[in-house]
């Protein structure tokens, strides 16, 4: 594992009430940007264990677009990269609801 790099659960799940199965991973990606292509591989290599649908949350250490960020800024590679890992995974990103940002630095 690198530094940084985890996926801290994979489970499968069924509902009680109509049996649909569904996946879910909590995450912590790299704070490294040269370790998140194996970050990303990684992922990929887990969607590809099973075909139903599927919940990835957590902590990714990067943001999709700059006004995810309390810094703001200009969209970055590594945005662009996580927005493509993101489509190519068939992931939703889900809009935040209730504040402008998951965490802040006191």
Do not use: H
Request: hydrophobic share 40%.
């Amino acid at each position: 594992m690198l530094e940084g790099l985890m996926i801290v659960r994979k489970e499968r799940f069924k509902n009680c009430e109509d049996e649909f199965c569904w996946l879910f991973s909590g995450v912590y990606g790299p704070l490294l940007m040269k370790e998140r292509e194996d970050f990303w591989a990684e992922l990929g290599a887990v969607r590809g264990l099973w075909s139903d649908p599927w919940c990835v949350a957590g902590d990714f250490n990067v943001v999709r677009f700059p006004v995810e960020s309390s810094r703001g800024g200009r969209l970055s590679a590594s945005m662009r990269r996580f927005s493509e890992i993101i489509d190519d995974l068939e992931l939703r990103d889900l809009p935040l609801q209730g504040g402008s940002f998951t965490w802040k630095e006191d």
